[in-house]
C-alpha cells in the first residue's frame, strides 16, 4: 500500500485511493487519513515550488526550489495582503507566522490553503 501511495500523482488518484481503501477496510483510521493529506501536501508543495515545509503550532517555514519562486512579484503581492503573518527570512525561506495551527489537522488545512494561493499564483 505504501508502494501505492507514494505512485499517486493527483487528486483524482488520492481520492480514488482512499475510497478503495475504505471499500476494502473500512472507515479510515485517522493516521491513514493524515498520510493521506501529507500526499496531498507534497503535490501542492510540488506544484507551487515547494522544496521544504516545516510546520509547527504556530506556522510553517517553507523552501523554495533553488530558493527561488519563479513569480517573485505575485509571491510579494500575496505576503503584502497581510505583512504580519508572513516573514521573508536571508536565506531566501518564507515564514508563515502568527498562526493557530494547534492540532494536524489546522496545520494541513492552513499549509493547503497557502500552497494552493502559491499554485494559482503560478497559473
Known amino acids: 500500500l505504501y508502494r501505492r501511495i507514494s505512485a499517486l500523482t493527483t487528486e483524482e488518484e488520492l481520492t480514488a485511493f482512499a475510497?478503495?481503501?475504505t471499500d476494502r477496510f473500512g472507515p479510515m483510521p485517522l493516521d491513514a487519513a493524515h498520510l493521506l493529506d501529507v500526499v496531498r501536501l507534497k503535490q501542492?508543495?510540488?506544484?507551487?515550488?515547494?522544496?521544504?515545509?516545516?510546520?509547527?503550532?504556530k506556522g510553517a517555514t517553507l523552501a523554495?526550489?533553488?530558493?527561488?519562486?519563479?513569480?517573485?512579484?505575485?509571491l510579494l503581492n500575496y505576503i503584502s495582503r497581510a505583512p504580519q503573518h508572513f516573514k521573508i527570512r536571508p536565506d531566501?525561506?518564507?515564514?508563515?507566522?502568527?498562526?493557530?495551527?494547534?492540532?494536524?489537522?489546522k496545520r494541513?488545512?492552513?499549509?493547503?490553503?497557502?500552497?494552493q494561493a502559491f499554485e494559482k499564483l503560478l497559473a
Open 92 to 105: 531566501q525561506t518564507l515564514q508563515i507566522i502568527q498562526q493557530n495551527w494547534t492540532t494536524p489537522e
Open 64 to 74: 523554495f526550489y533553488k530558493n527561488t519562486f519563479p513569480k517573485p512579484e505575485a
Open 19 to 21: 475510497e478503495e481503501m
Open 108 to 115: 494541513i488545512a492552513g499549509l493547503k490553503q497557502h500552497l
Open 44 to 57: 501542492l508543495a510540488y506544484a507551487s515550488c515547494v522544496s521544504r515545509i516545516d510546520a509547527g503550532e
